[in-house]
């Protein structure tokens, strides 16, 4: 396995160009379900959770065709063999539950793996599962499979989500694109990924009203066809970046970068001290003086503070001046990077679902490992504030999410380079 090597110290200069977003990419891939026609993404991150959901689509009998590098995906429905999402891949990723909606809206069935140790009723799916049923779809688990079938096709209707999942909206909002009548989602995710989507699927014909807002109707049609669409920019790279230079020093110009992909997250960082100006290309950070100054931060849905750039937030928050309390409220047991960071010298308490961390004057290099796809990354960040040498081991996790993050990093002056592992 491989790993990387950060050496601390020496501040960034640069431009780094924001990727596609992989969360965005993850729900336009399967959209290419709904129709028969050829859909083209471009802008498309290159990244092994998108490796996995081209082995998806393809078990389903769908072309992918990877061109420009990967960064243009051209995916074809016309020839499907399969209805059935297996275990062997779901169980890698769990947006691969995305095939369900699309699956049951064009084939009227769909057999889909529950990611391992779920069970259905609790966490993870049930939102995804009572929303398709209240759209007339029957669904069964059986096997550790949800067996489902939507006899005569899904039918409109009004469908409120217990809590605004992002899965849930994506498949829903999917699914009745091609239902009979109307269908209201309430409660819906508001997150840009979602626009993206509702973007997408109206370039291949849908009538969708409302996205970005909590309430989405879509009026649902026979077919859909082919379309062109550029992914949105990945607003978790693009804060992931912008905060390299505050653990670094030095000032980095983030091209592509948006201020409405990532407002919360901003706000934070003014009140942090950190400088952010917006420039014709994108977004730009820069620290020349001092430590940054402590912040409370609680994770929310959009456009709160996004749980994704939690464990990174908190790296930085570790040499901040004063105490900083994070709240984590979308995922349980989301605080696995702490006790790597503590074993840098941070000083961190974990008390359930919050975390109080109690800046230090610096952070030293240590060998730590990555536990999850924003673990890892928070860990590179540290790595380039500390002292000395920091080995992050097991980074197929990072490559889930960030693209050629050395190279990126190594760009802008970043001492970082990756050891191929056995
Ligand atoms: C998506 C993102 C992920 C991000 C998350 C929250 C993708 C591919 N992944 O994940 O990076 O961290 O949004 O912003 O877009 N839940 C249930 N039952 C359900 C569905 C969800 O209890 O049926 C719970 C989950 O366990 C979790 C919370 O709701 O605690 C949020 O999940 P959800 O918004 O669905 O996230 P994902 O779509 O899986």
């Known amino acids: 396995m491989d790993s990387i090597v950060v050496k601390g110290g020496t501040p960034l200069k640069g431009k780094i160009q924001i990727a596609g977003a992989k969360n965005a990419a993850l729900a336009l891939m399967p959209a290419t379900l709904l129709s028969e026609e050829p859909l083209t993404l471009t802008n498309a991150p290159r990244l092994s959770d998108i490796k996995t959901m081209t082995e998806l689509l393809r078990s389903l009998g769908v072309e992918v065709t990877a061109l420009q590098d990967g960064k243009?995906?051209?995916?074809?429905?016309?020839?499907?063999?399969?209805?059935?999402?297996?275990?062997?891949?779901?169980?890698?990723?769990?947006?691969?539950?995305?095939?369900?909606?699309?699956?049951?809206a064009r084939h009227h069935q769909a057999v889909v793996s529950l990611p391992g140790g779920c069970a259905i009723g609790a966490r993870p799916m049930d939102i995804h599962?009572?929303?398709?049923?209240?759209?007339?779809?029957?669904?069964?688990l059986k096997d550790g499979y949800l067996h489902a079938t939507a006899k005569g096709g899904l039918k409109g209707a009004k469908v409120?989500?217990?809590?605004?999942?992002?899965?849930?909206?994506e498949n829903v909002l999917m699914a009745a694109t091609l239902a009979k009548g109307t269908t209201v989602i309430e409660n819906a995710a508001r997150e840009p990924e979602i626009v993206d989507l509702a973007e997408c699927l109206r370039r291949m014909g849908a009538q969708i009203d409302g996205e970005g807002t909590s309430t989405i109707t879509i009026q649902g049609v026979d077919r859909l066809g082919a379309a062109t669409h550029p992914v949105v920019t990945d607003r978790i790279e693009l804060g992931t970046y912008m905060l390299a230079?505050?653990?670094?020093?030095?000032?980095?110009?983030?091209?592509?970068?948006?201020?409405?992909?990532?407002?919360?997250?901003?706000?934070?960082?003014?009140?942090?001290?950190?400088?952010?100006t917006e420039t014709a290309d994108g977004l730009k950070v820069s620290r020349s003086n001092g430590r940054a100054r402590a912040v409370d931060v609680t994770t929310e849905v959009f456009p709160g503070f996004p749980t994704d750039l939690q464990a990174q937030m908190m790296a930085m928050l570790c040499t901040a001046e004063g105490t900083s309390v994070l709240e984590e409220k979308i995922f349980e047991n989301r605080f696995m990077h702490a006790p790597e960071l503590v074993r840098m010298g941070?000083?961190?308490?974990?008390?359930?679902?919050?975390?109080?961390?109690?800046?230090?004057?610096?952070?030293?290099?240590?060998?730590?490992?990555?536990?999850d796809l924003r673990a890892s990354v928070s860990l590179i960040l540290a790595g380039l504030a500390a002292e000395g040498e920091t080995v992050v081991s097991r980074v197929y996790h990072l490559d889930r999410g960030y693209e050629h993050v050395e190279e990126k990093l190594g760009a802008v002056g970043a001492q970082i380079e990756r050891i191929a592992g056995s």
Request: proline content about 4%; some cysteine; hydrophobic content about 45%.
């Open 72 to 104: 243009v995906q051209v995916l074809s429905s016309h020839a499907m063999t399969s209805t059935t999402a297996d275990y062997d891949i779901v169980r890698k990723m769990r947006a691969s539950n995305l095939v369900l909606g699309p699956l049951l």
């Open 129 to 140: 599962v009572t929303a398709l049923e209240a759209m007339g779809a029957e669904i069964e």
């Open 160 to 169: 409120p989500l217990r809590f605004a999942s992002v899965g849930a909206t």
């Open 245 to 276: 230079p505050v653990f670094a020093g030095g000032e980095v110009e983030c091209v592509g970068g948006r201020l409405d992909l990532v407002g919360s997250f901003v706000e934070k960082l003014h009140a942090a001290g950190v400088e952010v």
């Open 346 to 371: 941070a000083d961190i308490e974990v008390h359930g679902g919050t975390a109080t961390v109690h800046g230090v004057d610096r952070l030293k290099g240590a060998p730590v490992m990555a536990t």
